[in-house]
């Protein structure tokens, strides 16, 4: 099985996401990546990459590393996301009830719960002072 593995390392905060989509982006454009799948990639990256720049290195800036993984038969994108910042496992969090209201729901979580929801599968480990969270998307 081949695989292409490319990484940007770049400041933690929310300016760079549009450099984060476009860098992913890039990698996806000689797939047959659908539309769809493009799109739940664009907002799962959103919400991970967001998440790193206003919390992991709070109220300091520090680098993030987002390595693209393509390999073939099947197809799948893994990106992993890799911060020096405080540990957190964004997975150990339980499901928000979306059952309930936004009004009678906890702030938060959201965007995690939808991260797992729209990707194939979504890993944490922290690591050598790392935190790295992997998510992967059969195209």
């Keep these: 099985m081949e695989s292409n593995i490319f990484e940007l390392e770049i400041e933690a905060k929310a300016e760079n996401l549009d450099n984060v989509i476009e860098f992913v982006n890039s990698h996806l ?28 290195y709070n109220p300091e800036i520090g680098k993030a590393v987002i390595r693209v993984e393509l390999s073939e038969e099947p197809l799948v994108i893994t990106i992993t996301f890799l911060d020096n910042g405080k540990p957190y496992d964004p997975l150990a969090k339980e499901n928000p009830d979306t059952t309930l209201s936004a009004d009678d729901r906890e702030i938060g979580g959201l965007g995690i719960f939808l991260t797992k929801s729209i990707m194939d599968d979504v890993r944490y480990e922290y690591k050598n002072g790392q935190n790295i969270l992997t998510l992967e998307k059969n195209l």
């Excluded at 454009?29 to 919390?55: G, L, P, R």
Aim: glycine share 0%; aromatic share 8%.
């Design 29 to 56: 454009e000689n797939t047959d990546c659908s539309m769809k799948a493009q799109m739940q990639i664009e907002v799962a990256v959103e919400e991970i990459f967001v998440n790193i720049a206003n919390y992991a």
